[in-house]
């Protein structure tokens, strides 16, 4: 009930459907217990070992922000993410399988920009997790509101896919 309108600070109208994820994903100024946020969902179905899956996301950098950032992928992994005890620090012992090009921070507060990629699976995905998983020194970051002086990224995402890449047109 709070799209497009979410909270009174932000007007965002979802890319297609009626809803979308709402977050703020990148903190580094907020100190050791508050600097990243995840976004982690159990897939639909199980994927299959050896076959290429197309993944594409769409991001919008919140108006509310004070910058955009690089950085933004998509991890699918197994369970054990389960045993992953502070999902709000930098998770970059992690390697995602798709993500945006480095150095091109995504700034767009009023549009939709895609990342995508492809992938082969290994077959025992379980999980996928969007956020930025780089170490806050590669992040790059790029002023979009200069009335804060501190660095946070919130943005939406929408439109999350993963489909066989052999899939007829």
């Known amino acids: ?89 930098p998770l970059s012992f992690i390697t995602p399988q798709v993500k945006q090009p480095d150095g091109v921070p995504i700034v767009d507060t009023l549009g939709w920009t895609a990342v995508t990629g492809t992938f082969v699976a290994s077959g025992t995905e379980k999980y996928a997790v969007i956020g930025i998983f780089k170490p806050n020194g590669q992040v790059d970051t790029a002023s979009v509101n200069p009335l804060f002086n501190f660095v946070f990224v919130d943005a939406c995402i929408d439109d999350v896919s993963c489909i066989p890449l052999n899939l007829p047109a």
């Open 1 to 89: 009930n709070t799209v497009p309108n979410q909270f009174n600070t932000v007007y965002q109208l979802p890319k297609s459907g009626n809803s979308f994820a709402f977050t703020t994903l990148y903190y580094p100024s907020g100190g050791p217990n508050y600097c990243r946020r995840y976004l982690l969902n159990r897939i639909k179905a199980k994927l299959s070992g050896g076959q290429t899956y197309c993944v594409s996301f769409f991001i919008n950098i919140g108006n509310t922000s004070s910058y955009g950032t690089d950085g933004f992928a998509i991890y699918f992994g197994d369970e054990s993410l389960d045993t992953i005890k502070y999902c709000n620090r």
